[in-house]
């Protein structure tokens, strides 16, 4: 795996990135903008991620030669640009990409004139998460349909359709890749453009082709051929050890998506706890300045719930009342600690809610 330096690693600057952000508002209408930094498993430093304007019917790949040229001269900050159209939709749809890409703490620029609906999802966390589990479940069981089908066919002497079939898996693998690793799926047969595409988004993983060995070239040139002859001609050929080779590689991607959709969906288990953990913060703000608005006594003692609160309470009373009797000598310390009768009374008295003992 291709490792970075800390030199490398430099941060982006707060007034590299505003210049930047400047330019691209300057000539293209957008949405919001989010700055996101690069994962171990990811081949960029710092992306922004450009949600534009206009909708998906209009061509984005128009806008990117103003783009390239802002960025040209950019170091450890990439882009990718997306219509809010499309990225507010793959958002509802459970996107990874989308979710662990876009969120509110990522925001570095959002346009004066916001007047749409940014859809990330408030819904119950453990039901998304299912959602994505599911929906994930079910593309890997296409690539498992092809797996079936290579041997089916090779066990028939059918090497070319088990070649075909062998091109099918990995081309579905890719696009289940793009999905949550690219933020947009490829459309094209070409495993040789789906690997480029993905590695502009992710460092090199062991099961992809590597353009440095003739070996492996020609293997994917094998692989690449198997879905244009099986279409356009019959003269194509495939040899049992290149089927073996190619099924061992096809192998090895499998476990890489699993992985990295591991690290992703981590990724967002990460955000939904955070998230949780802010909420909980600000409830905790919010009732704490209420409390002292109406004058209730804030106590620095911690209960689980209202009724352990209530217990300890009438635990208190009932411990003061039979020190009061007669026969009884009443003692002077409780779990080691010196209470006066009375002052244990006007603690219980005081831990019982004000609002619902008062007159």
């Keep these: 795996m291709e490792t970075v330096s800390s030199e490398q690693r430099r941060e982006v600057s707060p007034k590299e990135l505003n210049e930047i952000i400047a330019k691209i508002v300057k000539v293209i209408e957008v949405e919001r903008i989010y700055l996101n ?37 950019t170091e450890n900050l990439s882009y990718q640009v997306f219509p809010f159209s499309y990225a507010d939709l793959e958002l509802q749809r459970g996107n990874l990409y989308f979710l ?129 002859s099986a279409r356009y001609s019959n003269n194509y050929t495939i040899t049992e050890k290149e089927l073996d080779q190619l099924s061992q590689k096809l192998g090895l991607f499998i476990k890489d998506i699993h992985c990295l959709f591991k690290k992703e969906l981590s990724a967002f288990k990460g955000i939904k706890i955070h998230d949780a953990m802010d909420s909980y913060s600000e409830l905790t703000i919010e009732a704490s300045s209420n409390t002292n608005k109406t004058g209730y006594l804030v106590r620095q003692l911690e209960f689980e719930n209202a009724y352990e609160m209530l217990c300890m309470a009438k635990s208190l009373m009932v411990l003061s009342v039979t020190c009061l009797q007669d026969d009884i000598t009443p003692p002077i310390s409780i779990y080691g600690f010196q209470y006066e009768i009375n002052e244990v009374l006007q603690l219980a008295i005081k831990l019982l809610p004000l609002e619902e003992t008062s007159p």
């Design 37 to 73: 930094k690069g994962a171990s498993h990811q081949s960029f430093i710092y992306r922004l991620h450009i949600i534009t304007k206009v909708s998906q019917k209009d061509n984005v790949e128009d806008i990117r030669p103003v783009l390239e040229s802002i960025f040209l001269n």
């Design 100 to 228: 662990n890409n876009c969120h509110k703490n990522n925001l570095v620029y959002n346009t004066p004139q916001d007047t749409s609906i940014w859809n990330y999802p408030n819904q119950d966390s453990n039901k998304l998460i299912e959602k994505i589990k599911q929906d994930f479940k079910r593309d890997m069981s296409r690539v498992k349909s092809f797996k079936k089908g290579i041997y089916y066919f090779r066990t028939q002497n059918h090497l070319s359709q088990s070649a075909f079939m062998m091109h099918q898996a990995f081309e579905q693998g890719y696009r289940i890749l793009e999905k949550f690793i690219c933020g947009r799926v490829k459309i094209c047969h070409s495993t040789k453009n789906h690997q480029n595409y993905v590695l502009k988004s992710l460092h090199k993983q062991e099961s992809m082709f590597s353009v440095e060995s003739d070996a492996e070239t020609r293997l994917l040139d094998v692989l690449e051929d198997a879905y244009s």
